[in-house]
Nanobody, 129 residues
Framework: QVQLVESGGGLVQAGGSLRLSCAASGRTFSRDAMGWFRQAPGKGREFVAAINWSGRNTYYADSVKGRFTISRDNAKNTVYLQMNSLKPEDTAVYYC??????????????????????WGQGTQVTVSS
């Protein structure tokens, strides 16, 4: 069974940091693009960051650029999202996802959740003011 399992969410004060992890099992995603999305109550799923298979190409939403860093460890089949200088508007459920159609792809990655075909169950991040 293929699974993506997020962890590392929690409650943090504004200005604080959290590091999310997404561990894959049942299949290797080391050749695929990976992304992080988030969904706040009453809103649609929003792109946060994406990384290509090698880790050399990364993309960020304007709202998190300079504060969040996506990375991956292919040996551990794990993707990370380091979140610094957190703001209350970052409060959401954070999901990791895999785009298996972007295998060994080094072009511009998709920011649309429709493109991603494997999803984790999400982890809650709450930032208090």
């Amino acid at each position: 069974q293929v699974q993506l399992v997020e962890s590392g969410g929690g409650l943090v004060q504004a200005g604080g940091s959290l590091r999310l992890s997404c561990a894959a099992s049942g299949r290797t995603f080391s050749r695929d693009a990976m992304g992080w999305f988030r969904q706040a109550p009453g809103k649609g799923r929003e792109f946060v960051a994406a990384i290509n298979w090698s880790g050399r190409n990364t993309y960020y939403a304007d709202s998190v650029k300079g504060r969040f860093t996506i990375s991956r460890d292919n040996a551990k089949n794990t993707v990370y999202l380091q979140m610094n200088s957190l703001k209350p508007e970052d409060t959401a459920v954070y999901y990791c996802a895999a785009d298996t159609r972007a295998t060994y792809y080094s072009g511009t990655l998709s920011r649309s959740p429709i493109q991603y075909d494997y999803w984790g169950q999400g982890t809650q991040v709450t930032v208090s003011s």
